[in-house]
């Protein structure tokens, strides 16, 4: 079996089109236990990557816990319209990744102090990109208003630390400026005691990496602030 943790390598779904569901059985075949997708439609197709492996462990009689199972998805920018609305798109992702054949799990609840079973949270929810632009995809050429990247963290942090519906939380497609002055914000928030939700940086950073444009400046803020780097595209695209 294919070690992926150990490796670092995981399975990106974008672009499988049609042939999503036997791509992903035949990932999880030959042992990829760490998958990447996404909310948004023409690139991905979510809701099959979810039924690829609900399909595959439940004929294989598989646990997700002792499999190790990694699900990742990101929402869209045209979906930040509202900290309610990112929470809700995060809940309605893992039911639909991670629902109907992954049991509850037992996790730390350090707001409360004490333990709290939940269903299998997702590995990593990602904003996809912080805003729309003209040419990344088509719901951009026309998109509702939504919030700016600080006020959409919120909803982020609230599903990992409230919610509980994500261990981890990242950012995707973002310049170094824009993630600096994330930090800036969690960190002000943090030595003013906010709680409400919790201030937390991100877990993740997803970024376009190939040997040719290795991302260096952000590589190098990821590994200043604890942030890991996941590449993707990485042999180019």
Excluded at 165 to 181: F, Q
Excluded at 196 to 214: H, S, T
Excluded at 216 to 229: H, Q
């Amino acid at each position: 079996m294919l070690n992926s943790t150990a490796i670092g390598v995981g399975f990106g779904t974008a672009g499988l089109g049609g042939n999503t569901y036997h791509a992903v059985q035949m990932a999880l075949e030959v042992g990829f236990r760490k998958f990447d997708t996404a909310e948004a439609d023409w690139w991905y197709d979510q809701k099959t990557v979810g039924k690829a492996i609900r399909d595959y462990f439940l004929d294989h009689g598989l646990s997700c816990a002792t499999e190790n199972l990694e699900l990742s998805t990101k929402i869209p920018p045209w979906s930040l319209t509202s900290v309610s609305d990112i929470r809700t798109y995060a809940s309605n992702s893992r039911l639909e990744l991670l629902g109907g054949y992954c049991d509850d799990v037992t996790m730390y609840d350090p707001i409360n102090d004490k333990d709290i079973v939940i269903p299998h949270p997702l590995d990593v929810y990602y904003i996809h990109a912080p805003a729309c632009w003209k040419g990344w995809h088509h719901r951009c050429d026309n998109p509702p208003p939504t919030l700016p990247l600080r006020e959409a963290w919120k909803g982020m942090e609230a599903i990992a630390g409230v919610d509980f519906t994500a261990k981890r939380i990242g950012l995707s497609n973002v310049h170094p400026p824009e993630l600096l002055d994330l930090i800036d914000f969690i960190q002000e928030r943090i030595e003013n005691g906010e709680t409400d939700p919790p201030p937390r940086l991100p877990d993740v950073l997803q970024a376009y990496a190939d040997p040719l444009r290795p991302s260096d400046e952000l590589r190098e803020i990821c590994e200043e602030y604890g942030i890991e780097f996941v590449s993707y595209s990485t042999l180019g695209t």
